[in-house]
């Protein structure tokens, strides 16, 4: 037998230790994440781009435009809180007593600031002088119009923008009218300063005789926007303005409710202005709300707006005619989403309604003083509604339940000293406003749904 030499057994067992310390290097953490490969393919990817999770709102903004003479703020909690709300500039605070309203005499901008259990289904409203005048302030919305503006030399708009925060914001105003749309330039990029308010005269920015549309789109930070319109005639005309609020989208189908009387003798004048902001052309037509029906007149006929342009239609001789009697309101109906303006002018008083949106389930709204009527319509189903009216101080004047059902609107008188009304719709889903007449002129103001909630937007680590 040879003999082996001990150099080379000490060799070879060097090896074979090497090998095995290579091996568990490179098998061991393949098999580690080949088993955690396994484990993640039994789980199912969480999605790159999550949706925004539904909280409750723990901070609301409401902003009150200026006024021109005996402004006053009415501020209340839909949800029957009470505290304090902060109100104003300078940040004052307004009490608030359950089921109550608070109220404050003021003509410059108000931003009205609820937190905490008074932050969900904060409401509130402006009203000033001469005559009436009265708009629910709006909160701060990324794209709305305003449909029935003007910015001629007889027929004037002023675009109200304030911004409630500290930082800087930017809107884009857009502008269509009845031979298309409008160059404008000059309302492209427009700023807002923290804190501030701009306020825009159309017929300084876009000199235009014929209707007007504009949508304001917010490009940066919030804004909310009102227009305050008028009517000054040349001549021994007496001036109107009214506070003409946003239509946050168009639609196929809008309802306008709120029909003063009016007297053709005396140059009073009611109409329709209809806005398609669209590629395509929209056919309209116009239905009539009473208490038993709801109907097309069968001698009117179909309306065409063109794209991107504006329609006025004169309703005083449908409004007029035996077949319109006892009218609530009209609904108008198209191919294409619309957006739409009923407006009123008689004597020194003008009246412009606005759709609202449709309210399921518990909704306020702050009135002033004077005969009024809520109106009711365009109910999904059959059922009943609960309407309460209460005074400043929140002592209930009058509580009833009403049926209502679809194809018929529905006219609630209140008392004249209300100060809030309260609608609970039981289910049903509806449209609603309610018409306040005075001797002095007649407001329209729709039922809009509560705010009771927030989008909290998902966030989560970044991959590296």
């Not at 209300?418 to 005075?438: F, I, M, W, Y």
Request: glycine share 12%; net charge negative.
């Amino acid at each position: 037998m040879s003999p082996v030499t001990p150099g080379r057994r000490a060799g070879t067992g060097s090896a074979r230790r090497l090998d095995r310390v290579l091996v568990a290097a490179v098998v061991v953490p393949a098999l580690a994440v080949g088993g955690a490969l396994l484990a993640d393919s039994a789980v199912a990817p969480r999605p790159a781009d999550q949706p925004p999770r539904e909280a409750d709102l723990d901070r609301a903004t409401l902003v009150c435009p200026t006024a021109t003479s005996d402004g006053r703020v009415v501020v209340a909690s839909g949800t029957g809180a009470r505290g304090e709300v902060g109100i104003g500039a300078e940040g004052d605070d307004l009490r608030l007593d359950r089921r109550a309203a608070g109220v404050a005499d003021t003509d410059d901008v108000a931003v009205v600031t609820g937190t905490g259990a008074l932050a969900p289904g904060l409401v509130a409203l402006r009203t000033a002088g001469p005559g009436l005048r009265a708009v629910a302030c709006p909160a701060t919305r990324s794209d709305q119009w305003f449909t029935g503006v003007g910015a001629g030399a007889e027929h004037t708009s002023v675009l109200e923008l304030t911004n409630p925060d500290a930082g800087p914001a930017t809107v884009d105003v857009e502008v269509h009218g009845q031979s298309g749309p409008v160059e404008a330039d000059g309302l492209r990029g427009v700023a807002v300063p923290g804190r501030g308010t701009v306020r825009l005269r159309l017929g300084a920015e876009v000199p235009q005789r014929e209707e007007l549309a504009i949508r304001v789109s917010t490009e940066r930070g919030r804004v909310a926007a009102v227009v305050v319109d008028a009517f000054v005639p040349i001549g021994r005309g007496v001036p109107t303005k009214e506070y003409l609020p946003g239509q946050e989208e168009p639609g196929l189908a809008n309802v306008l409710l709120g029909l003063p009387d009016a007297d053709p003798q005396d140059g009073d004048e009611r109409s329709v202005v209809l806005a398609n902001g669209g590629d395509d052309v929209a056919r309209v037509r116009l239905e009539v709300i009473t208490a038993g029906s709801v109907f097309a007149p069968a001698e009117l006929e179909e309306v065409t707006v063109d794209p991107g342009s504006v329609e006025r239609i004169p309703v005083e001789g449908l409004l007029g005619s035996d077949a319109a009697e006892g009218a609530l309101g009209l609904r108008v109906v198209s191919s294409r989403p619309v957006t739409a303006t009923f407006r009123a002018r008689s004597g020194a008083d003008l009246l412009q309604s606005v759709p609202g949106g449709r309210v399921e389930g518990t909704t306020l709204l702050p009135v002033p003083a004077g005969a009024k009527q809520l109106l009711l319509a365009d109910a999904d189903g059959v059922g009943t509604v609960r309407v309460e009216a209460r005074d400043a101080d929140g002592e209930r004047l009058r509580r009833r339940r009403y049926e209502l059902s679809p194809e018929v609107g529905l006219s609630v008188p209140l008392p004249d000293g209300a100060a809030l009304v309260e609608v609970r719709t039981d289910g049903l889903d509806l449209v609603g406003s309610v018409l306040v007449e005075t001797g002095s002129g007649a407001a329209v103001l729709p039922l809009r749904p509560l705010v009771l909630t927030d989008l909290v937007p998902a966030v989560r680590p970044g991959l590296p």
